[in-house]
């Protein structure tokens, strides 16, 4: 290899977008084995679904830093709600309720735009809402496929996937990149789970990842200039797990997944496409 090939492939691994992709990816297969190897057969597979989350908080902590206390940007915001995530996932996973699906989307939303809520403008209220009805959708729908393989986690990746790509045509480049992290985290737990799903994907793995997934969508529609209705799109993913069981080849484990996969990206397509056509230009 020549120097300046060299120089190249060290060029594009000095990327933080790149490498955070690649460490996202890598980690769950790493923390899965040391899950799974810790709590055991019994506790262990269910322990195995948070390495999503605790991959996109390693990746987050590895670009950004850590963050201040308390912190002062939704930037700094996102890793904590993350954190709290984990813990609460931690939580559900011990308890049969749904009340949290409703609840911690309004705590996000709250946090994430208190400016706008301490305002007490009715414009702004009505979109906090709204984003509030979003995220409850949101994690309504995926938990209630969480014992269906690998649903979940391919909604979660083809859906990070959308909002990194709206992010960056809103041009948020570090909204874009945890949202990559995070689509490069679930594709490196189906993976592991491609084509036998060695790890199943529990109530608490479901709940940390999407509060990690919501946090980054809900910051990209509070403070970007990204397309509303391009985000709205990206909510038809949430509505296709039942699809699952009916696609052709749904019975395959090698082509089932990835024409489910296939589907789930349709609509993410459609929503990139009307971003990249409703997108703002910048000022030269």
């Known amino acids: 290899m020549s120097v300046a090939s060299e120089g190249g492939v060290q060029h594009i691994l000095d990327d933080p977008f790149i490498m955070g992709v690649v460490l996202a990816a890598a980690l769950p297969l790493v923390i899965a084995l040391i899950l799974s190897g810790a709590f055991g057969r019994a506790i262990g597979p269910h322990a195995a679904g948070l390495s999503l989350v605790i991959a996109f908080i390693v990746v987050h902590l590895a670009i950004f830093g850590w963050p201040l206390f308390p912190p002062r940007s939704s930037l700094q915001k996102i890793v904590y709600l993350a954190g709290a995530g984990l813990a609460l996932g931690l939580v559900l996973d011990r308890i049969s309720s749904r009340l949290p699906a409703l609840i911690w989307p309004a705590v996000i939303v709250a946090w994430l735009g208190w400016p706008r809520l301490a305002g007490m403008q009715p414009f702004d209220l009505i979109a906090l809402l709204l984003l509030w009805l979003a995220g409850a959708f949101v994690f309504d729908r995926l938990l209630a ?5 690998i649903v979940a986690p391919t909604l979660l990746l083809v859906a990070a996937l959308g909002a990194s790509g709206i992010a960056f045509t809103a041009y948020a480049e570090s909204l874009s990149q945890l949202a990559a992290a995070l689509a490069a985290a679930a594709g490196g737990y189906l993976l592991w789970n491609w084509p036998k799903l060695r790890y199943g994907f529990s109530a608490g793995a479901v709940f940390s990842a999407t509060t990690a997934f919501f946090a980054v969508a809900t910051s990209i529609v509070l403070f970007t200039r990204a397309s509303l209705p391009a985000t709205a799109i990206l909510l038809v993913v949430f509505a ?3 699809l699952r069981t009916r696609i052709p080849l749904a019975g395959r ?15 993410v397509l459609a929503a990139i496409a009307a971003a990249v056509l409703m997108a703002t230009p910048t000022n030269s």
């Not at 496929?145 to 393989?149: E, F, L, S």
């Not at 484990?253 to 609509?267: D, E, K, R, S, W």
Request: proline content about 17%; glycine content about 18%; cysteine-free.
């Open 253 to 267: 484990p090698v082509l089932g997944p990835l024409v489910f996969g296939a589907v789930a990206m349709l609509p």
């Open 145 to 149: 496929v969480r014992t269906a393989g």
């Open 240 to 242: 296709l797990g039942p």
